[in-house]
């Protein structure tokens, strides 16, 4: 254990030479400065006539089909809709973890669609905080620790106590992920996630893994960063009843989006069960 620690310690070393020196050769994406409130109408992301075919043999699969969108600043987003109606591609391709067939997508006046390589791996590395439905997490490292290894290496990250205080895994900090619950593990790879302050916060079926009672908590943690930090944060969901914790609600269908919904009142995640 003690030598994969130091190996750790050496590799973060490394690594943030690395960042710092890769950051002065491109100099593009400037830091993000704290995301506004939602009433600001702050657009993050313009999205338009966005398309992805993905070509599987002789059959091309049209996963997104000419979609048109804004995100804004400090809203929190429910994507909802059918099996394979397009929710993870279009959240990927905004996260730039894929890169669309046609169309554009435009990241607080940065086009990502013209972005290189080495713009993307910055984009995802300073402005964009993933969590998805399994935590993956490093088994021997503790809470803190994990969180540690993304803090190590941002240039203005939170304290990780802090960011775990914020998901309410104060008491936690020393647990190995075996000593922790499903939704403890979530709550921990939210705060990894949140930790070095992230514009936006993309989520793909985080409570997918999780029962009703363990999932609202996990929610409760998402909620929480987002009206404390006000990090623009997007949750992909198979689960109707989540999306009346949301300001605005995406219905996605076959490629396209079928209806964007605004809630008056959003209800509290300990309103919420499934
Ligand atoms: N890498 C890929 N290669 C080929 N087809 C793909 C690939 N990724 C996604 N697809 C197809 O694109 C369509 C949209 O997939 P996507 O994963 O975005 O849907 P989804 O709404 O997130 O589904 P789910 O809720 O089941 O995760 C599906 O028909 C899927 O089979």
Redesign the pocket.
């Known amino acids: 254990m003690r030598l994969y620690r130091e190996e750790l310690r050496g590799f973060l070393t490394y690594h943030r030479w690395c960042v710092t020196h890769f950051e002065l050769a491109i100099g593009a994406f400037p830091l993000s400065l704290q995301a506004s409130g939602p009433r600001e109408r702050e657009v993050v992301f313009h999205a338009e006539r966005l398309a992805k075919v ?1 070509q ?1 043999g002789e059959v091309a ?1 049209h ?1 997104l089909r000419s979609v048109d969108l804004e995100l804004y600043a400090g809203e929190f987003v429910v994507l909802l ?1 059918a ?7 279009l959240l990927n391709i905004l996260g730039g973890l894929d890169v669309p067939s046609a169309g554009k997508v435009v990241y607080r006046g940065q086009e990502l669609t013209r972005a290189s390589e080495r713009q993307l791996t910055a984009y995802r590395r300073y402005h964009v905080g993933f969590v998805f439905q399994f935590y993956n997490l490093i088994p021997s490292l503790t809470a803190r620790e994990n969180v540690q290894v993304v803090t190590e290496i941002a240039r203005a990250p939170m304290q990780p106590e802090a960011a775990l205080e914020l998901v309410g895994l104060a008491e936690r900090l020393d647990h190995f992920p075996s000593q922790l619950s499903g939704g403890e593990q979530q709550r921990v790879a939210i705060a990894r996630a949140i930790a070095k302050n992230p514009t936006v916060l993309l989520c793909d079926e985080p409570t997918g893994a999780l029962d009703s009672k363990t999932g609202v908590v996990v929610l409760e943690a998402l909620d929480r960063v987002n009206r404390e930090l006000g990090t623009t944060t997007v949750v ?1 969901t ?1 689960n109707a009843s989540i999306a009346d914790m949301a300001h605005r609600v995406i219905d ?1 269908s076959n490629g396209g989006i079928r209806a964007i919904h605004e809630n008056a009142e959003r209800r509290p995640p300990s309103e919420l069960s499934w």
């Open positions: 993905y599987v699969v996963a809709g099996s394979g109606s397009g929710k993870s591609t992909i198979h996605m």
